[in-house]
Every structure is written in structure tokens, then in C-alpha cells.
């Protein structure tokens, strides 16, 4: 396992909502690193996101990210931000870092204040346990739903010698980022300047994680952390290492990204909705979340059913501008859909196969324009409605 | 039952996809009608959508209506017009009114083209048979994945006399309509002018099939007809009848679009999402419509589950202006969210039992705006996926 230079992690059971697994979680930078975050654009924003943005605009460092699973610290008022203030301090004191210093998330059920007696006893071995865990035990502590953490690293040669990058995410619904994840943080070791940091950053999110769907539901509490030490000893300022990272960090949030639809609540299926040909980028992306949200077409995904009347429906309903002679759909690499009307292929007997795999692209030309946009998106499954009808009960 | 004077109805089985049920009916007028007719806003309207909207803008009269279900007639081209003009002709020669004289919807899978051979040898007995068949039978012969016939009637006394009206409609899935519902007809035999009649179905259908959602898809055929033929003898033209015969329209409308929701796919409960103090109505209907498709928000009243931060969550991603501290949401008269943070009832124990009914309102106060917006919408089931999942195949 990758693991840049200069960070440490912990992880404990403090009992927030499941038996027998850690889901409080500690990173520690050795020292402080370059931080950058991007946040929800949900206006009921969490507490910890609230306190965490307001942190990054004083300054663009920090020393350590906490989050905690089972309890979103959402809708929860002045009380949950005075709770979110607090699990700082008590995170301070057990590392003899500054609250300040510390970035926090949380994520689980909207609406419950914070279970801080369990956070008080808890914390002490978030201290004790430092350099006892590992990337992999951080991504399994900020679980919910999710079926496998999801980590993504890289090292990247650079002249001034070997940079390292790891990424983990968690989040498997409510999950349709606006602007940033569900829960994720990248770390880096390269010593890099906060502005550039930060650009590249939100430059791979919007080309990531800004770019897939499960539900459509956004979030209340979707962050990212960016986190760069500078342990690694290099420095990254020419365009030309500028562009590795900026790479690297597009390549580990794009691993990320994929593995949310992957672990989509219930997803059996990862389409990958490609719009081309559009009149604008804007229209090319309407077309594609409608048809990635597209209730019958994520069922017959999952049913296994060359339904394309239903793509070609929803593309109908996208509120883009295209004339309806020029759309063409393809599903599978074969095209089902041209001139208004049906091609004559024997689309049930070719798709048959394509049709069991988990990656389905979908390829849709709207016409001669320059627009395009690609969206990853599950499917609507029997295991969806199981996981989310009974989430909280 | 209620029937309209001067109206006649016939039903026979073509065989366009099931066994065993009739699947094509036809009414018709004993003189010719005043026609009015909403229709989807899709951009790819189904051929019947594109015959039948020119026909009415030539001439806003009609003596018949002529309804297949099992096949759509969408998205198949030039050979679909073609098709349909030729099932108009099939009809006219076996009732002896002109082609013109008959209104065309289908309803079905999309992308077939019509089974041209069935439809000339079901035609001739859709002639025999007329005055055979009900409304009821009408209503039934329409369905597709509907569970059961949806109809409604009104009897008014008006200065003049008695005035009928009946409606049918179908449509369990790809319920979002816009400006247009699935396949409803409305039947009435007052004497009334086009322009008047036309004017009011249009606002009856924006108040009612507009305001519903099964799965927040738009299909690609929504039409509804309304005929008012005049044979009651009573005349509708003073200010007083007009509204009577207008209420009358929006009850029978509000009847039948609460009964494509209640028989939505796979659906239990029909959520009343009532939306007001917002900024503006189209605000007001953005929230409403955000919450009412949400796949979260769906599967727990689905579950039964109190969880009302999801439906928090979505009004926050719902582009709505607002003050995050203004909003109030009730479930079933229940209070649960104000000032930002849960209100101290004991929800669960309240909404045990409400939880149970198939009606659950959903009142979301947005602060002190003008603007107000109430949307149906349906639960998301495990029926749902079954259904979807292999409704073609």
C-alpha cells in the first residue's frame, strides 16, 4: 500500500450506531499541510461542514482530519455546531493538536444531535492508537451503507524524486455530488503552493465526483479534503509537474468516483451516460442526469432489457435544444436509435451479452454541436428499495 | 353509471400484446363535438401525438376517439404517421365517419411500429359493435400496467337542464406529465363554444394531471381529450354555468389524476406534498417536485419511516431561494423540522400509525412568500422494480 510520506492514522469503535466496527477515524499530518475542501451545495449544509468552511476561508492549512459514520451532525442547529466545536477540542487534547488545526466530518442520519458521551470516551485512543491504522482502516471506519471501502493511490516520479498520493471515499447514497463528494480525502506528500493546490483540486472534482449519480439526492454533508505536506521532500511549481499531480489527483478521484456508483445502494450496474454533439457542455449534462436519473432506465438496466425507447424518452424530457431527427442512441456500442426511428438491427439477440456486464455505455449523439458531458450512474434495484426503506428503522 | 347523451363506445380484443383482454376501443358522438386536447412536451411526440394535434389545429371539433394500448407508436418515423393515418382510415370505413372526424392515441411499449395486420382485422368489429361497450369497458380496454379502470363522473343541474360528464384515463408508469397527462378522455354533453371549453380544460388539466408524479418521467404519448357534444340540450354560456361546468372538470380531473398516482407502479401510498410561503410558485413547485421524486424520500414512506431528514435534504438541493431557518415540515400533522433542528416531539410514537395509511401529507412551510405549489406523487416499492425491471422482455 502507497502511503505518502508524514501521515499517521487511528481509527476506534466508539459504538455511534454498529456493533463491532471503528467508526471514528484520525489523520494526522506530521506537519501542517496545504488544505483544500470542497464542499456540499445542499443549502441545509452540516454542521462540520459549516465549521470546516469557515476554517479552510481563515487559512488554507491544517494538521489532521477527524470523521466520525452513523451520525450526519445535520439539521441539528446551533446545538450541533457547539457539538461539532467540541468533538475538536476533545480531539485536541488527546493529540496535543489545536482544534484549529483539525478538519472534521461526519456522515449517517440527518437529525440527531451527537452522541457526545460516547465521543468523550472515545477520544482518548484516538491519541493513543496514532500510526496504528492504516489508509485501508480509515476508508472501513467512514462506512455506512457502503459495501467496500474505497481506496485509490498513486506515486508519481517526479525529477525532484518520488511524490505519493492515496484517496478514500465513502458513500453509496443520497449520492448525486454537486460541487463535491459524499465524504473523501486525498493526501499527497508533495510540497505544492495552497493556491495551485486548491485549483487542482476543485478542477478534479468537477471532472470526477461531480460527474456520477446514484440517487440523485444530494447530500447535506458532502466533503472532500485535499491534503498536501510536503513530506516528500518535492516540490511541485513547473507546469510540467504541475500537470503529473494534476493528473495523478483526476485519476485517483476518478477511481473513487467510479467505486461510488459501483457501491451505488443495491447497484448491480455502472452506465456511463455519454452525450456528444450537443448545441452547449450545459444541455450536453441535461441530457445526460435525466437520463442517468431516469427511473425506467435504471430498472431496465438492472433487468437486463434493450429498453431504449425509455433513453430516448428521457432525452425527450431533458428541456435540451436538438432536433429529434438528428439524436442517435447506442447502447452497448449498438446503435438502437436513429432518424426517429429504430435502426434494423436484431438489437435483443446482439445485446443479450453486453447486456450482463457490469459497465454499460451509453452513447448518446445529439446532433452537430460542440457540447459533451459524461455521467456515471447505477442502477435501480430490488436491493435499493431494501437498503433504503429500512436505513433508519 | 353515468354516460353523457349522445355518446357510444366499443371495445374488441386485436391481440396487440396481451391474451385475453380487449385492447382497442373507439367512442364516438352522435354529432360532431366540440374537441379540445393537451398533449405531452416531449420533444419526441408519438405519432398520434403529431397527427392528433394537427387535426385539432385545423378544426377544434372531433366525432370519435380511437385508443389501442400495447404498442406506443413512438419514436418510429415517417412509417408511424403513415401507420396511424391508415388505422383512422381502418375506422372510418367501418362506422361510416371520415377519417378527420377521429382523434388517434396509443399507449404501449415504445419503438414498435403498429401491427398494421391486427388492426384491419379488428377494425370492422369495433364498427359492429358500437353501443356494445361502457365507459367502464373504454376505461379498462386503455390500461396497460394500470391495476384497475380509472373513471369519474359528474351529473349538474344547470338552469337549462341536466349536464353529464364522464372521465376515463390510464397510466401507472412514466407518470410526470407536463401539460398533458397520459391517455385520458372527458366526455360532456353540454352545449358549449370551443374557445371556452378549450380554454377550460386546459386550466383543469394544468390544476390536476400536472400536479402529479409516479416516477418523474414524461412519456413520449400523454394526451388527453376532452369532447363536449351538446346533446343534453343545455347550454353552458353565462358566467354562473361556465363555473359550474369548470369545477365540475377539475373535481373529475383532480379524480383521476389522484388515481394515476394511488395506481402508480408498484405503489402503496400517495404523499400529498403541500408547499407553501415560498418565494414564488414556480419555487414553490420546484421544492414540491424535488421532494416528490426523490428516490430517498420515496422508499421511506414507502418503509413507513419518520425520516424526515431526507426530506430536508431534498428542499435543500432543490434550487429554491430561502432561508434555511424559516422552514417548518410536517408529516401527517406532525411536526418535525423548524428553526433548523428537529422539534422535541416524539415522532416515531406520533407517526406510528398515520405511517400506515395510504395517505400521507407532507406540509413544507418555505417562510413568508406568496408562493404555493401541491404535487401527488407515489412511493417507490419493491413492486416498482418488479415491475420496470421486465416490463418489455
Chains 1, 2 share one sequence.
Not at 478538519?103 to 444531535?113: E, R, Y
Request: net charge negative.
Amino acid at each position: 500500500m502507497i502511503v505518502p510520506r508524514g501521515f499517521r492514522f487511528a481509527t476506534v469503535q466508539a459504538g455511534f450506531r454498529k456493533e463491532n466496527r471503528d467508526d471514528l477515524a484520525l489523520l494526522v499530518s506530521d506537519v501542517p499541510a496545504v488544505a483544500a475542501g470542497t464542499f456540499t451545495q445542499n443549502r441545509f449544509p452540516a454542521a462540520p461542514v459549516l465549521v470546516a468552511r469557515s476554517m479552510l476561508e481563515a487559512r488554507p492549512f491544517a494538521r489532521a482530519v477527524v470523521i466520525n459514520s452513523g451520525q450526519a451532525n445535520a439539521c441539528t442547529g446551533d446545538e450541533g455546531i457547539a457539538n461539532c466545536r467540541e468533538t475538536l477540542r476533545l480531539v485536541a487534547a488527546a493529540t496535543g493538536l489545536e482544534p484549529e488545526d483539525i478538519l472534521p466530518a461526519s456522515t449517517g442520519v440527518i437529525g440527531n444531535q451527537l452522541k457526545m458521551d460516547l465521543w468523550r470516551e472515545a477520544a482518548p485512543a484516538l491519541g493513543a492508537d496514532l500510526g496504528k491504522a492504516d489508509p485501508e482502516d480509515f476508508a472501513k471506519a467512514i462506512m455506512t451503507t457502503d459495501a467496500f471501502p474505497k481506496l485509490s493511490e498513486r506515486e508519481l516520479e517526479l525529477p525532484g524524486g518520488t511524490v505519493r498520493l492515496v484517496g478514500m471515499a465513502k458513500g453509496a447514497g443520497m449520492i448525486c455530488p454537486n460541487m463535491a463528494t459524499m465524504l473523501s480525502v486525498v493526501l499527497c506528500d508533495a510540497r505544492i503552493e495552497a493556491s495551485d493546490w486548491t485549483r487542482m483540486l476543485k478542477e478534479a472534482v468537477n471532472l470526477t465526483f461531480n460527474r456520477v449519480t446514484v440517487d440523485g439526492d444530494t447530500s447535506t454533508n458532502d466533503t472532500l479534503y485535499g491534503l498536501a505536506n510536503g513530506c516528500s521532500g518535492v516540490s511541485v511549481e513547473d507546469e510540467a509537474a504541475m500537470q503529473a499531480l494534476s493528473s495523478a489527483l483526476v485519476s485517483i478521484l476518478g477511481d473513487l468516483a467510479y467505486m461510488l456508483v459501483q457501491d451505488g445502494e443495491g447497484a448491480s450496474k455502472v452506465a456511463r451516460i455519454h452525450v456528444t454533439g450537443a448545441v452547449s457542455d450545459a444541455d450536453a449534462e441535461r441530457v445526460a442526469r435525466t437520463v442517468g436519473h431516469s427511473q425506467l432506465v435504471k430498472t431496465a438496466l438492472y433487468g437486463r432489457d434493450a429498453n431504449w425507447g425509455r433513453i430516448v424518452a428521457a432525452v425527450g424530457r431533458s428541456g435540451a435544444e436538438f432536433n429529434p431527427e438528428d439524436v442517435r442512441v447506442s447502447l452497448c456500442g449498438v446503435e438502437l436509435f436513429r432518424n426517429g426511428q429504430p435502426t434494423d438491427l436484431d438489437f435483443d439477440t446482439l445485446l443479450e451479452e453486453p447486456l450482463k456486464k457490469r459497465d454499460l455505455p451509453i452513447d448518446i449523439v445529439m446532433g452537430e454541436g460542440k457540447g459533451s458531458y459524461t455521467l456515471l450512474a447505477s442502477d435501480l434495484t430490488h436491493d435499493y428499495v431494501n437498503v433504503n426503506a429500512d436505513y433508519r428503522s
